[in-house]
Nanobody, 116 residues
Framework: QVQLVESGGGLVQPGGSLRLSCAAS????????MGWYRQAPGKQRELVAA???????NYADSVKGRFTISRDNGKNTVYLQMNSLKPEDTAVYYC??????????WGQGTQVTGSS
């Protein structure tokens, strides 16, 4: 059974940093792409950043220059380094992974709160 387990969320002051991690398990198939989405209260879920198996990245305009996505293919893990956090970054962050052989899976979500 495929599982995505996220960690690293929490409360941080504006201007601070957090690092999210998401580890995939339960399959021998290689992951095609991984990414992070977020959903703030009353808003739709939106893409934050994504990365392909060969390291091509894509970012939402609102996080460019502040967030960095990376992955360790050997560990089936994706990371999101978040710097210069703003109150508007507050949301539940969801890990996402896509396998051509299996389809798309989601993590359970981790809360990130940027507040003083």
């Amino acid at each position: 059974q495929v599982q995505l387990v996220e960690s690293g969320g929490g409360l941080v002051q504006p201007g601070g940093s957090l690092r999210l991690s998401c580890a995939a398990s339960g399959t021998i198939f290689s992951i095609n792409s991984m990414g992070w989405y977020r959903q703030a209260p009353g808003k739709q879920r939106e893409l934050v950043a994504a990365i392909t198996s060969i390291g091509i990245t894509n970012y939402a305009d609102s996080v460019k220059g502040r967030f960095t996505i990376s992955r360790d293919n050997g560990k089936n893990t994706v990371y999101l380094q978040m710097n210069s956090l703003k109150p508007e970054d507050t949301a539940v962050y969801y890990c996402n992974a896509y396998w051509a052989a299996l389809g798309r899976y989601w993590g359970q979500g981790t809360q990130v709160t940027g507040s003083s």
